[in-house]
């Protein structure tokens, strides 16, 4: 390979699938290196708005989401089992098959080197077997075992079977610290590290905590990130449930859902639609969240404990590891409540132990190689890939 590579991402059209990847996106353009990143249309606006080259290809997550909703219509299932294999072959693998023609079409045009995707856009190893080129799985969370069973639902559905097994046997890398890894042999076992980013800002967006937190009072960040913030009534309960304790309260509704639908709130509550979740989290005590993977990482990147509230996708199993590391409690789906919530931010604000362990996770976490460092180790792996690949041919 020239010293000079064509590096092209692609990950699922959704924020928890796109953000993490950033860091090594922006090490290799650092490096020199020509870089793009293909996703769905709908979330080539939010990327290039943080001067990332992004390009559409395949369905918006939009339009994913419909034909998901379709299918489990369609299935009349009523159980969650067959709900999950539903969703994620309809999200992931359908999804990820009607995106191979538009890489394939771009790599016609500008022929990558090497090819990086998040574990469940098998569209890019795909992509990266057709052009017998060496591919790269970028992790966005941990990589829970559970993801073994999920792994050939999203490969069956794309039509290829095989290209399950075939991601499992190429070049990983792992964002999640030591402390949150499930016991036991890991699914990726040779994957390296590489440390998990706390979010940027995208765009102009900036948090100002304000004079307000001259008082110390406690201030507790409130989320449920760009998916999970629809549930009705869920966001509306928990700001009604804390507004009335002696915290500082920020809360960010998501994309879809108007500030103004929580009605007027007091001073010490902040309500907007966004704001950067890694300038929050400078100043944060606690955060209540879905425990997406980013956002539960990123609270641990800035030593945050958290309340967990998982209401889908690897959620649960994102909530399991917080709870296994004692960096949080978490309130199960059919117990969340605004006294629950309530009950859960007090019980946290109340036992320092919460934060020393969600501390502890933080210095793992900055001992973990940067983007800047992985990079030169990727590109060897991936160089080695292709020298198997080209004898294997």
């Not at 994913?64 to 089992?81: G, N, T, W, Y």
């Not at 294999?85 to 309809?90: L, N």
């Not at 859960?344 to 996770?361: D, F, H, I």
Request: proline share 9%.
């Amino acid at each position: 390979m020239s010293d000079r590579m064509r590096l092209l991402f692609t990950a699922s059209p959704a924020y928890g699938h796109l953000l993490p990847l950033l860091p090594m996106v922006r090490a290799a353009m650092t490096a020199g290196h020509d870089v793009r990143l293909a996703t769905g249309p709908d979330m080539v606006g939010p990327m290039r708005s943080r001067s990332v080259p992004a390009y559409g290809v395949g369905p918006t997550w939009g339009e994913i989401v419909a034909e998901r909703d379709e299918e489990a219509r369609r299935s009349a299932a009523d159980d969650l089992d067959t709900q999950r294999v539903i969703s994620a072959g309809v999200l992931f693998g359908r999804a990820a098959a009607r995106r191979l023609p538009g890489l394939l079409d771009m790599a016609g045009r500008w022929r990558p080197d090497v090819v990086v995707h998040e574990p469940l856009e098998l569209g890019g190893v795909m992509l990266a077997r057709h052009l017998r080129l060496p591919s790269v799985t970028h992790g966005y969370g941990p990589m829970f075992r559970e993801y073994g069973a999920l792994g050939p639902v999203v490969a069956g559905a794309t039509g290829d079977p095989g290209v399950w097994d075939e991601m499992l046997a190429g070049t990983t890398l792992d964002i999640c610290p030591p402390a949150l890894r499930e016991p036991g042999e890991a699914l990726w076992p040779d994957a390296l590290d590489l440390r998990p980013s706390a979010g940027e800002a995208g765009g102009r967006e900036v948090y100002d905590p304000g004079p307000a937190r001259a008082l110390r009072r406690p201030l507790v960040y409130v989320t449920l990130g760009t998916i999970s913030n629809a549930i009705p009534g869920l966001m509306a309960g928990m700001v009604e449930a804390l507004r009335s304790l002696s915290v500082d309260l920020v809360v960010t509704t998501g994309p879809g859902v108007d500030p103004a639908s929580l009605g007027p709130q007091p001073r010490h509550v902040t309500v907007r639609q966004f704001v950067p979740q890694e300038q929050v989290l400078r100043h944060a005590d606690l955060m209540v969240s879905h425990t997406g993977a980013g956002t539960m990482l990123g609270a641990l990147c800035h030593g945050v404990p958290q309340l967990c509230l998982p209401h889908g996708a690897d959620q649960h199993w994102n909530a399991e590891a917080v709870a296994r590391a004692r960096v949080g409690i978490v309130v199960p789906e059919e117990d969340c409540t605004p006294e629950t919530v309530r009950a859960g931010v007090v019980a946290l604000l109340s036992s320092p132990s919460y934060r020393a362990a969600a501390q502890e996770v933080q210095a793992e976490i900055a001992a973990m190689p940067t983007a800047r460092e992985v990079l030169p180790r990727m590109l060897e792996l991936a160089d080695r890939d292709r020298g198997v690949e080209e004898l294997a041919g």
